[in-house]
Each structure stands twice: as C-alpha cells, then as structure tokens.
C-alpha cells in the first residue's frame, strides 16, 4: 500500500544533540512538507520540498534542517539551536503540490527533550 | 498572510445525531482551496473534505458535508448521524492556489461523540 512513513513514532532528545527524524513516501508525490504541532494548536509549517534537491523555510524553520537527496525521502533534522524542539511532528505530501488533492500525512514522531 | 480560526475548541455530540464545526478565515485571494482534516486519537491525519474557492457548489463526501459561503469567508463542517469513530480533533485548512502547495492550520476543535 501507497504511503508515508515516518521514523521513529517517539524520540528522546538530550540538551544539545542533534537528531534526525525520518520521512519516507511511495506515492510518487514531487511535493513533500514537515508540520510541527503543539498542544492546543494546529500545524505549523517548517520546510517544504517541490522537488529533489530543492527546499525552502516555512514559518518556523529556525533550528531545523533538511535535505531532499531523493525524491521519496525528506528528513527533518532538529538542531541544538531549537531551543524548544518538544512536540509532534508530522511529514506530509502531495501531487506535485497540487492543492486540489490536500495532503497525504504520515503517523507523525512525537519528540520530547530529557 | 492567511489566517484560520476555529472558535470551538471543543464540541460534543450524541452517536447518530448532527453536529456542525465552525472555520472562518481570512485571505485577499480569489483562488484558494479549503480542506478539514480528521486526527483521530491514533494522531494519524486524514483527509475529510475539500473545497474549492471556485465552485458554488457545497463539497459532500457521504456523512460530511460543508457550508462553504465565500462572502462571510466562512466554512463549516457538517456531520450526520455521529458515529463513535468520528472521536477526533478536527483542523480547518487553507491553501492558496499557487503556493507550492502550503497550508494554513486552524488551532482545531475536539469533537467527542457520545453513546
């Protein structure tokens, strides 16, 4: 089945260490996007991938990082300079960022600093 | 930029009754797309409906359907005869129609369907 997958489903993250979260899709989608979600809030957008090698910053893109070496994958990687890294993230894509299909999401990793 | 506010954070509902989500918004284009999502407690986001800006014509998928008035730039959800599993958070969306496929998120409203 058709799909995206996200790795692991919780993360623990110790003061000042870097960790990468996994996203993986078999859908074919061009158009790939990393969500952080708070309690109480909805989704916010961090970076977003229209194609391989090429990414862009959303709204809250300081303290993260990603790459798009291939077109299935987009990892988001939370730097030590993301002085609040603790919440739910969620990787999601579409069809060639076509809006009229919405988006396919993963089951999200849940990040907690210790 | 676009705002999305969803001004019930929570709402209850009897199983096999109606209940309605209310989503306004806030944006100066003409071309956009509105969607609600679906988490269910699993956290896992589903697509539930979309809308688009153009059609007049409300959006139906089987028990939900949507109020979409253009004008007032307001856009509920409608679902009929509640089920169990329709326990969810419920998050209003926005995309504008060429922006690289970028959302806008409601904060969302927790729906608790009640036996």
């Known amino acids: 089945d058709g799909g995206i997958t996200q790795s692991p489903k919780y993360l623990f993250r110790k003061e000042g260490q870097n960790v990468t979260l996994s996203c993986e899709q078999n859908?074919?989608?061009?158009?790939m996007y990393w969500y952080r979600q708070d309690p109480g809030q909805g989704l916010r957008l961090i970076y977003y991938?229209?194609?391989?090698?090429?990414?862009q910053k959303g709204d809250i893109a300081e303290g993260y990082s990603v790459s798009r070496e291939k077109k299935e994958s987009f990892p988001l990687t939370v730097t030590s300079a993301q002085k609040n890294p603790t919440a739910f993230y969620l990787c999601?894509?579409?069809?060639?960022?076509?809006?009229?299909?919405?988006?396919?999401f993963g089951s999200g990793t849940r990040l907690t600093v210790v | 930029a676009q705002t999305v506010t969803q001004s019930q954070p929570e709402m209850s509902v009897q199983e096999a009754e109606t209940v309605t989500l209310s989503c306004t918004y806030d944006?100066?284009?003409?071309?956009?797309?509105l969607f609600w999502y679906k988490q269910p407690p699993s956290r896992q986001m589903i697509l539930v409906i979309r809308?688009?800006?153009?059609?007049?014509q409300n959006a139906t998928e089987n028990r939900f359907s949507v109020n979409f008035q253009k004008a007032a730039k307001s856009f509920s959800l409608k679902i009929s005869d509640s089920q169990l599993g329709d326990t969810a958070m419920y998050f209003c969306?926005?995309?504008?129609?060429?922006?690289?496929?970028?959302?806008?998120f409601g904060d969302g409203t927790t729906l608790t369907v009640k036996p």
């Open positions: 999601a894509s579409s069809i060639d960022g076509n809006p009229l299909y919405g988006y396919t």
């Open positions: 859908l074919n989608h061009d158009a």
């Open positions: 991938s229209q194609i391989v090698n090429d990414f």
């Open positions: 944006t100066s284009e003409n071309n956009y797309y």
């Open positions: 809308q688009e800006a153009y059609k007049q």
């Open positions: 969306a926005f995309m504008r129609d060429t922006n690289a496929g970028k959302s806008t």
